[in-house]
Each structure stands twice: as structure tokens, then as C-alpha cells.
């Protein structure tokens, strides 16, 4: 059973794939994203890093294909997409098409000393990408470190995304990994 407050996130979560915001996700804002990334992550002179990064987006379009039963030059409507998040949620097979491609994407491109930790600096990349604003970051910074040392481990991130997906408590601090929830 999923409620309005997890509905609410699987929109945010839309509308930030939909960088063209013509109502749909496709396999050009992924396209898009994952070129963003690449910038926001400084990886614009790494071809190698930069193939790993337009890798996860298009590999996060094929999951995304699959879980909705769409053809990959095809698109998702925002409610199928929404749809889709509760129906693989609630079956439990959610965490291979949104929570890990959600912590692979982040640990990929921005993890730049592959340590497995990201730094502040590190996630307000990764933040910034996304297309989160500076007041935003500030504040889901102070949010998801919850020990405050400035470090946020491999399963910090894959915690925070398990909330985002799955928590009802407004408190949770996994609710702002993409920002203002
Ligand atoms: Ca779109
Ligand atoms: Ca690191």
C-alpha cells in the first residue's frame, strides 16, 4: 500500500527526470542527465569516467523500460511512472530500478577518489546535477549527515534511498535526498 506522502516523492522524482518537461520521461532526458552529471561532476575531461556515468542514465532508462513495459524509444507518462514505483515497491522488486540505479548513479559519478565515501562537496555535486538549488543543498546536507562529519558512506546513500522510496515518516532524512521533498 503505498500512501500520498510516497506519491508525492515518486512525483518530485518525475519531474526531475523530465528535464525537457514535456510531461513524460524518454530516453532523451536521460540522455541529458547523464551529460549534466557528467559536467556536475567534472568529468567532462575523463572519457573513460564519462562513459561510465552516460552508462548508469542509459542503463537507468533500460530498468526503467522494463519495469513499465516499455519499449526503449518510447516514453512514460508521469502516473505510469508513479505507478510503476508502487507496484514494484509493494512486490519488492523496487530496489533494482530505483533505489540501487538512485546510489550507483551517485557513487559512480561522484565518489571521485572511489573510497566509497562522499564528501559534502562530493553530494552538493551530485545535488547540483540534479538540478537542486544552493538553499536545497544546504539543507539536505544538514539532513542526510546525521553524524555531521561532513561524510556520507556507501550505506549512508543506500539508506537515504531506501527512505526516499519506502518511508512514511516525514522525518526521515532519506525524504531530502533529492532535495526539498
Ligand atoms: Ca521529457
Ligand atoms: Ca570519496
Same mark, same amino acid.
Given at each position: ?17 523530465? +528535464?525537457? =518537461?514535456?510531461?513524460? $520521461? ?45 519499449? %526503449? ?29 538512485? $546510489?550507483?548513479? $551517485? +557513487? ?7 573510497? =566509497? *565515501? ?18 536545497? *543543498?544546504?539543507?539536505? +546536507? ?5 553524524? =555531521?562529519?561532513?561524510? *556520507? %558512506? ?19 532524512? =532519506?525524504?531530502? *535526498? +533529492?532535495?526539498?521533498?
Amino acid at each position: 500500500m503505498s500512501t500520498d506522502f510516497q506519491r508525492q516523492k515518486y512525483t518530485r522524482r518525475f519531474r526531475l527526470l523530465d +528535464l525537457d =518537461g514535456d510531461g513524460y $520521461v524518454q530516453e532523451s532526458d536521460f540522455g541529458s542527465l547523464g551529460r549534466r552529471m557528467i559536467a556536475a561532476s567534472g568529468s567532462a575531461e575523463d572519457p573513460a569516467r564519462a562513459a561510465e556515468i552516460s552508462e548508469v542514465y542509459r542503463d537507468g532508462w533500460h530498468r526503467l523500460c522494463a519495469a513499465t513495459g516499455t519499449s %526503449t524509444d518510447d516514453r512514460v507518462a508521469r502516473d505510469d511512472f508513479v505507478a510503476a514505483c508502487v507496484a514494484s515497491l509493494d512486490s519488492g522488486s523496487g530496489f533494482d530500478w530505483v533505489i540501487l540505479p538512485t $546510489v550507483n548513479a $551517485v +557513487l559512480t559519478g561522484f565518489d571521485l577518489d572511489r573510497d =566509497g *565515501i562522499l564528501s559534502a562537496d562530493e553530494f552538493s555535486a551530485w545535488l547540483r546535477g540534479n538540478g537542486i538549488g544552493p538553499g536545497a *543543498i544546504t539543507e539536505t +546536507l544538514r539532513r542526510v549527515d546525521r553524524d =555531521g562529519d561532513g561524510k *556520507i %558512506t556507501a550505506e549512508d546513500l543506500m539508506t537515504m534511498a531506501e527512505e526516499f522510496y519506502r518511508s512514511n515518516d516525514p522525518d526521515a532524512p =532519506g525524504n531530502w *535526498i +533529492l532535495g526539498v521533498p
